[in-house]
């Protein structure tokens, strides 16, 4: 079978003229909006700026622009495989496919290793690379607990997970989903915690209006439906506090249904999707994580690093590994709507208590640093290439 037009066209990309530290592709189903998403680009761009040669391997055509902004010389290649097909047989005929093309494309990016983000995509590659003699990392970015893929998929996905070189998880608690062959080959590497140069040094005034701000994708994971009955009794007690939830996704209707069922209807506001949520941290007074479940949540963080005083309900898994109970933040037994309720109660009465939990949580850009997590993985990627027992 030959490549489309559109998933040839990196056949004709130009070679790097510097010499690099080696060549890594990395494979994603597309760069959007997410937190997988965004850290692969982070870890894109950082790679490129250490020396390293990136090739980054997409299903999209491409014709859409990527949300998050890669580094100039990270080569993105589109595939066009996940376009809608006319026959049920033509959409057949891409799927089973799809793994001849993409390992016709990681031979092609002629790497030294290769990394792969979430499950399916992961599970694709492995298949991808059989017989290939470059070292796959596989990489999981969500909860393998709550993660939807059924005992068919799941079974394959360990067995799958044998054969790559390295499995890298984002929390303990994620590393104990899978099986101890597979333990032996992994590591523990947490999501890096950023936030903009032209934020570390402004204060936040006391004396602007009073938010609270939850972001995220607007589903049932993420809890913003226990989020909005506990915001409600609130809203009477504290006038002059709104609430702000910024996302967008499936459950956006069925929440401002609740929202108005709770007599919330001009207390909370919907604001969408935006790339600009550091400035929306910025004007905050509080940060607030509903979810039932996490993979590892960056946003989290990135509130933290912007001395927002957060509460956040300790699901599995993340928060936790994040939070200090009462000393950076504060945690909630999960799905505790009372007690989150009590928890938001106390952050919105004192502003000494969100000043002094947001100065120590600022501290988290030490723990999780861009520069710490990305030497992490390249250390990772070397002792990969160097040693002649990975599994290949």
Same mark, same amino acid.
């Given at each position: 079978m030959t490549l489309e037009p559109n998933q040839g066209d990196y056949l004709s990309q130009p070679e790097s003229s510097h010499?690099?530290?080696?060549?890594?592709?990395?494979?994603?189903?597309k760069v959007s909006a997410g937190g997988a998403q965004r850290v692969l680009t982070l870890l894109a761009n950082e790679l490129c700026e250490k020396g390293w040669s990136v090739t980054l391997l997409t299903l999209d055509s491409g014709r859409e622009p990527v949300f998050f902004k890669l580094h100039p010389r990270v080569q993105h290649w589109p595939l066009?495989?996940?376009?809608?097909?006319e026959s049920f047989w033509k959409a057949v005929r891409i799927f089973l496919s799809r793994p001849f093309l993409l390992r016709c494309a990681i031979k092609k990016s002629k790497p030294d290793?290769?990394?792969?983000?979430?499950?399916?995509?992961?599970?694709l590659t492995i298949v991808a690379s059989v017989g290939l003699k470059t070292p796959i990392i596989v990489s999981e970015r969500g909860n393998p607990f709550f993660s939807p893929m059924g005992r068919l998929w799941s079974f394959f996905r360990q067995e799958c997970y044998k054969r790559a070189a390295c499995l890298v998880v984002q929390?303990?608690?994620?590393?104990?989903?899978?099986?101890?062959?597979?333990?032996?080959?992994? /590591?523990?590497?947490?999501?890096?915690?950023?936030?903009? $140069?032209?934020? *570390?040094s402004s204060k936040k005034s006391e004396t602007s209006s009073k938010t609270l701000v939850a972001?995220?994708?607007?589903?049932m994971e993420k809890g913003f439906d226990l989020l909005l009955m506990a915001f409600a009794p609130l809203a009477k007690k504290f006038p002059d506090w709104m609430l702000d939830i910024i996302g967008d996704g499936l459950e956006r209707e069925a929440?401002?249904?609740?929202? $108005?069922?709770?007599?919330?209807?001009? /207390?909370?506001?919907?604001?969408?999707? *935006?790339?600009?949520?550091?400035?929306?941290l910025s004007r905050a007074d509080i940060f607030v994580l509903p979810s039932r479940h996490e993979g590892f949540p960056n946003v989290l963080g990135e509130a933290m690093a912007c001395g927002l005083p957060v509460v956040s309900f300790n699901c599995p898994y993340g928060p936790s590994e994040m939070i200090h109970d009462e000393v950076?933040?504060?945690l909630v037994p999960c799905e505790n709507i009372l007690e989150l309720s009590c928890s938001l109660e106390k952050l919105m009465i004192s502003a000494e208590l969100r000043k002094n939990l947001g100065k120590q949580a600022m501290k988290i850009t030490e723990r999780y640093s861009l520069e710490r997590i990305s030497q992490t993985w390249e $250390?990772?990627?070397?002792?990969?290439?160097?040693?002649?027992?990975i599994k290949r």
């Open positions: 010499k690099p530290k080696g060549r890594l592709t990395l494979v994603i189903n066009s495989l996940m376009r809608k097909q290793a290769v990394i792969s983000f979430v499950e399916l995509m992961n599970i929390t303990q608690g994620a590393l104990s989903f899978f099986s101890a062959s597979v333990q032996e080959n992994s /590591r523990v590497i947490p999501n890096p915690v950023l936030v903009p $140069d032209y934020l *570390t972001i995220g994708r607007l589903s929440l401002e249904s609740l929202c $108005d069922e709770l007599g919330l209807k001009g /207390r909370v506001q919907f604001s969408g999707l *935006t790339k600009e949520h550091y400035q929306v950076n933040g504060l $250390d990772l990627v070397s002792n990969l290439i160097s040693c002649p027992s």
